[in-house]
């Protein structure tokens, strides 16, 4: 669905393209391009011909609104959702029951009385069903799918949707990072997106349903200090996409949802973690890390990442609409990059240009 930043960015880059056009067309452009096709021994006009197709292209691109694509009735269908207790998960949780579905939300901390799991419990309805859910222990796993299966309505049509949101986050460079740090968050991002996958896929096959991965921008582009997560993210999307493959011949549609900066909305990491980690990480470096990059350096990326934190959308609603499309339309995309205009663009360039001219605009 659309977010209106992101078409003001296309719009912006319409109207730049128009200009740049209108000029290099004024410049002689036509001329070079019909000898360049000459010489390689095209029709002289195909040049022409082509920079108004292209040109009309992305002008449909930009202006035509989203093909309807239909929806499925949401009423008699069932999903799980991981990570309910705060961020995109509960939110979601909340937006799925209100818009009809019934919904299993996996809360970390259910048993341990966590807030999240409260409140949503304290909804008191039948179609919102709370479960413990960590989605490191194949123990509660197990668990989880033998709750759903008893609370299917008819659990031999199986279960319609799966969205794996479970996520945590850390930063640091690789120099600081420990394995460890490396193995925790691919233990809850990628290892509990695959076990959970597999646990629920028999029932999803039979209801020729849905799975919704949560990646992130990160998962298709690189980020200096953010290496722990990114591996883990680029993992999801790989499996992502051959399970889609897999899936294709039962039916079972296999989106992923890439979101970009929405750090604030969320308590995926805040400035609060960001000093906790940072701690942790400069105590932990070797000597030879501190003194080759120093304290300065090292306070200059906690600064940097701090205000990243504390920077992006507020408002959760373009991830949960795309999240809704991916499970309720008859034809949902295979990617959804909910996102604002700055890191839409950052990520058409960073997917699109040479590394080495992406990273020139980017990083250096
Ligand atoms: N916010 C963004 O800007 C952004 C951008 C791109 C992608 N994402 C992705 O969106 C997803 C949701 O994150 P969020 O931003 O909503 O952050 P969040 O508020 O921290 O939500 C993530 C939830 O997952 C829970 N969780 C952590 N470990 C778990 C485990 N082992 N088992 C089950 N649940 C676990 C967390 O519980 P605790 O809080 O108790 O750890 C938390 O409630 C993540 O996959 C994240 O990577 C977020
Ligand atoms: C989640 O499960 C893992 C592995 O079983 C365990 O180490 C971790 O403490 C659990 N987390 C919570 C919050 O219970």
């Known amino acids: 669905m659309a977010v209106p930043a992101l ?62 694509r239909g929806t499925v009735p949401v009423e008699d269908k069932h999903v799980l959702i991981t990570g309910c207790d705060t961020g995109f998960g509960f939110a979601l949780a909340k937006h799925l029951h209100a818009i009809g579905f019934t919904v299993f939300a996996g809360c970390l ?7 999240g799991a409260r409140e949503l419990q304290s909804m008191q309805s039948d ?47 690789v120099e600081f990072e420990s394995l460890d740090n490396y193995k925790e968050v691919a233990d809850v991002n990628l290892w509990g997106t695959v076990r959970v996958t597999k646990a629920f896929l028999p029932l999803i096959r039979r209801a020729k349903g ?32 051959c399970l889609r493959q897999e899936m294709y011949q039962w039916g ?12 604030a909305a969320t308590r995926i990491l805040t400035q609060e973690d960001v000093e906790n980690q940072a701690d942790e990480l400069w105590k932990k470096a070797s000597e030879i890390v501190q003194e080759d990059y120093g304290k300065e350096y090292f306070a200059h990326q906690i600064v940097l990442m701090k205000s990243f934190v504390n920077s992006g959308f507020k408002d959760m609603s373009p991830v949960l609409n795309d999240i809704t499309d991916a499970l309720s339309s008859k034809l ?27 990273n020139w605009i980017y990083i250096r």
């Not at 296309?10 to 056009?21: A, D, N, W």
């Not at 901390?109 to 807030?115: E, F, I, M, T, V």
């Not at 479960?131 to 222990?137: A, E, K, P």
Request: charged fraction near 15%.
């Open 332 to 358: 949902p995309y295979t990617r959804y990059n909910p996102s604002d205009t700055y890191w839409w663009i950052r990520l058409k360039i960073m997917t699109h240009l040479p590394a080495s001219i992406a």
């Open 127 to 173: 179609s919102m069903k709370v479960l413990q859910l960590n989605v490191t222990s194949d123990e509660e796993i197990t668990q989880a799918v033998e709750f759903v299966r008893k609370n299917l309505k008819e659990p031999q049509r199986g279960l319609w949707g799966i969205v794996n949101n479970a996520g945590v986050s850390k930063f640091g460079g």
């Open 210 to 241: 849905r799975v919704v991965n949560i990646a992130s921008m990160l998962g298709r582009m690189a980020s200096p200090s953010r290496s722990c997560y990114c591996i883990s993210k680029y993992a999801v999307e790989a499996f992502s996409d």
């Open 7 to 68: 078409h003001f960015g296309r719009k912006s880059l319409l109207v730049l393209l128009s200009l740049v056009l209108t000029l290099a067309l004024g410049m002689g452009l036509p001329e070079g391009l019909s000898f360049l096709a000459r010489l390689f021994g095209f029709a002289e006009n195909s040049v022409i011909h082509g920079i108004v197709l292209l040109y009309f292209l992305y002008v449909l691109y930009v202006a035509m609104p989203a093909l309807p």
């Open 252 to 263: 079972v549609k296999v989106a992923v949802i890439e979101p970009s900066n929405f750090i």
């Open 109 to 115: 901390l259910k048993d341990k009385g966590g807030d």
